[in-house]
């Protein structure tokens, strides 16, 4: 799913006073019996098509959750292209926000994406940046507990153009902010790159 962050941002409100987040505490993960991975980039570079093929490779009944907000004809457009690509192999489920509340247990599961998963929390809030980073990481805290094979699927948006507005430099911190968060749970991380996958982070013994 292609980001599209400036344009949402720039149609939220922009009056909250910018602040700086709350830092995570820099720990090492817990061993989980489930591993979580990350596949991250620019638009367009491969991601959802990676974690798609992956999750097919992993199990032959995953799960694709899907984040987005119909926004706009455009992201309902985009909506649609991105169910078109998925066969009867999958179960389609839809949450906005509250991802550990799906029945997901076992499973293996595609997040696509964080970033418009972040968005909608960034509108709900109002653009406080220190409530959706708490609330954000906690909410994947919480996911990360569920006996779950999770491919999160983000985007690497502070390596694009820098934000012409106040809302989306924001955002744009919000989303470096829990890309680190989550790649620091991560048993791996794969930055896509033209479509080619590169692992930036192996699981221990690798």
């Known amino acids: 799913m292609g980001i599209a962050y400036a344009r949402v941002a720039s149609k939220l409100a922009a009056k909250n006073g910018f602040r700086r987040p709350i830092k995570s505490n820099p720990v090492e993960p817990e061993i989980r019996k489930f591993p979580l991975r990350l596949v991250t980039g620019g638009e367009r570079s491969g991601k959802s098509r990676y974690a798609r093929d992956l999750a097919c490779r992993l199990s032959p009944c995953p799960v694709y959750v899907a984040t987005a907000r119909a926004w706009d004809a455009d992201f309902a457009r985009r909506i649609h292209r991105h169910q078109a690509e998925r066969d009867d192999r999958w179960t389609n489920l839809e949450e ?111």
């Open 96 to 206: 906005e926000k509250f991802i550990s509340r799906l029945p997901l247990t076992g499973r293996t599961v595609v997040l696509d994406c964080i970033t418009l998963w972040l968005t909608n929390f960034f509108s709900d809030l109002q653009q406080d940046l220190d409530r959706c980073l708490e609330d954000c990481q906690a909410e994947v805290d919480r996911a990360l507990e569920l006996d779950v094979d999770w491919i999160m699927v983000s985007n690497e948006i502070g390596m694009g153009v820098h934000a012409t507005s106040e809302a989306g430099r924001k955002f744009t911190e919000l989303q470096g902010w829990m890309n680190q968060h989550i790649a620091r749970r991560a048993d791996e991380v794969v930055l896509m790159v033209s479509g080619i996958p590169v692992t930036i982070k192996k699981p221990p013994g690798e």
